[in-house]
């Protein structure tokens, strides 16, 4: 008695690293019960070196149920992921899984989520992503962040020297969610906000919210996600059961550079008016 259960497409952006989306991929085939769904997988190739653009292709022209899709142009990580959805018909699948390409699931992920049911309004879900120091980066937030800390932020993107300062002040203070963050949240949740290395879309995300908001180049997807889902009046799902390695080293303490500032700011002036409280 064979039927396929799950309909999946898996959507990753390779910039520079193809070695690691190689992985990525061996990786999705590596999941228990890979050949009893129908799974494919999307790679797209954001502007990268030509050498690790050729590379790629090499590896992946040897891979079934793998297509190499190029942008001549960097778009961007939601960009890019937006580039590759398009290639797909969504309303064909049951998810689409876009994110990192620096991901390991966990072996048991399809036998988890094919016994999963979502409610209706639940268009977006997202695993337990834990990096490889341990931290559990889902939730991001479970609840619009409170006027204190959008406050906070305002005081942080005035000026360079000031976010320096805020920086060394919270130190401590960043160390110590940092190791809270080693404990997993175990209670599956509608939240706010997801960090955004991995989500899995189910097609009603698409007709309510149409593609991703790719407004933002690299910082503040996450936010403007959770605005699209605000405005649809849709949630996002935090599931616990699914399990991910995000093969980020997570440091705090880290000061950030002027030029990371100056893209962290221009994010930050789209995303501000995106907090507002949605009850």
Not at 1 to 19: D, G, L, P, Q, S
Request: with cysteine; aromatic share 16%; hydrophobic share 35%.
């Amino acid at each position: 008695y064979w039927r396929i259960i799950m309909k999946i497409a898996f959507v990753a952006v390779n910039y520079n690293n193809c070695w690691i989306t190689t992985n990525y991929v061996s990786n999705i085939k590596a999941i228990h019960g890979y050949g009893k769904h129908d799974i494919e997988i999307v790679i797209v190739d954001n502007a990268s070196q030509e050498n690790d653009y050729k590379e790629l292709k090499r590896q992946i022209e040897k891979e079934t149920d793998v297509r190499l899709v190029h942008s001549e142009q960097n778009l961007g990580y939601f960009g890019g992921l937006n580039f590759g959805i398009k290639f797909l018909n969504y309303k064909d699948y049951d998810y689409i899984i876009a994110g990192n390409n620096d991901l390991f699931f966990s072996r048991d992920f399809f036998e988890t989520l094919e016994k999963k049911k979502y409610g209706n309004k639940q268009t977006v879900i997202v695993p337990d992503l834990e990096t490889i120091s341990g931290v559990h980066q889902n939730p991001q937030f479970i609840d619009v962040p409170s006027a204190k800390r959008q406050l906070g932020y305002k005081a942080y993107y005035s000026c360079y020297l000031m976010a320096v300062v805020i920086d060394m002040l919270y130190k401590k203070k960043r160390e110590k969610r940092m190791a809270e963050k080693k404990k997993a949240d175990n209670q599956g949740k509608e939240i706010f906000q997801c960090t955004g290395a991995l989500m899995l879309f189910r097609p009603e995300f698409f007709d309510h919210c149409g593609l991703l908001d790719d407004s933002l180049f690299l910082w503040g997807e996450e936010v403007a996600l959770a605005h699209q889902l605000v405005e649809a009046g849709d949630k996002m799902y935090y599931d616990p059961d699914l399990k991910v390695i995000h093969m980020e080293n997570a440091s705090v303490g880290k000061i950030a550079s002027y030029n990371k500032f100056k893209l962290w700011k221009k994010s930050y002036m789209v995303y501000k008016d995106y907090y507002y409280d949605k009850k």
